[in-house]
């Protein structure tokens, strides 16, 4: 069964800070990868997705990889922002279809002013 | 992209009422809907998944009399939780993907929280 971790688990970094965030897979046979964040008491917001064939999709301050054959990725953001606080997901989804669909357990990510 | 949509946001009810989600794809046709379920400073569990037109998909562990979902169309899904208890209160997400878009991306509504006293 695939496992998808995400470290760390909390982050607190000071406004305009680069930072990464990690997401590792047990199963290289994925779909997708898609990155969310999530604010508290909300739904999911779809941030970026990464079709198995590729190695990145970049979104404003946003960059997210794929590195398939190692189980990762990793999703920067640049410049970071208080309004970036939230928490992020990612989520793997296997060849078989939409059922196996894989969620890490979250960064839950502070910018502080 | 795509937008969905959950109502109600929030709900409470009393133990022992029934209470329906509603999920709505605003701007495109979903023949299947996703319904998750997340405990706090917890991930997403998948529930179930809903067939438009067909009976329901349920994972392992869910109780399929406990949670009815309908699919009756191919912009709504709704999930009832029947004979609701405390142990029941939780936040209920759905989502869905647009097949227009080719990608397999997901789109997840606002989720609601349910409170059952």
């Known amino acids: 069964k695939q496992e998808v971790t995400q470290i760390p688990a909390a982050l607190s970094v000071p406004e305009g800070e680069n930072l990464v965030l990690n997401c590792s897979f047990t199963d290289s046979a994925i779909y997708n990868l898609q990155w969310f964040r999530q604010d508290p008491g909300k739904g999911l917001t779809s941030l970026l997705l990464i079709q198995s064939s590729q190695r990145e999709q970049t979104s404003g301050r946003l960059n997210a990889s794929l590195d398939k054959s190692s189980g990762r990725s990793t999703l920067y953001i640049a410049a970071s922002q208080p309004g970036d606080s939230a928490t992020y997901l990612c989520a793997v989804i296997g060849v078989t279809g939409a059922n196996n669909l894989f969620f890490g357990t979250g960064t839950r990510l502070t910018v502080i002013p | 992209g795509a937008v969905v949509s959950q109502h109600p946001s929030r709900v409470i009810c009393k133990s022992g009422t029934s209470v329906k989600i509603e999920c709505r794809s605003l701007?495109?046709?979903?023949?299947?809907m996703f319904w998750y379920r997340q405990f706090p400073k917890q991930s997403l569990m998948l529930m179930a998944t809903?067939?438009?037109?067909?009976?329901?998909?349920?994972e392992q562990g869910v109780e399929k009399d406990k949670f009815l979902i309908n699919h009756a169309s191919l912009t709504l899904s709704t999930l009832t939780v029947t004979s609701a208890h405390p142990e029941d209160s939780s936040f209920y997400i759905c989502?869905?993907?647009?097949?227009?878009?080719?990608?397999?991306?997901?789109?997840f509504g606002e989720g609601s929280r349910l409170t059952v006293l």
């Open positions: 989502s869905a993907r647009n097949p227009g878009l080719g990608t397999g991306e997901l789109f």
């Open positions: 809903s067939n438009e037109g067909s009976k329901a998909t349920y």
């Open positions: 701007d495109f046709q979903a023949t299947t």
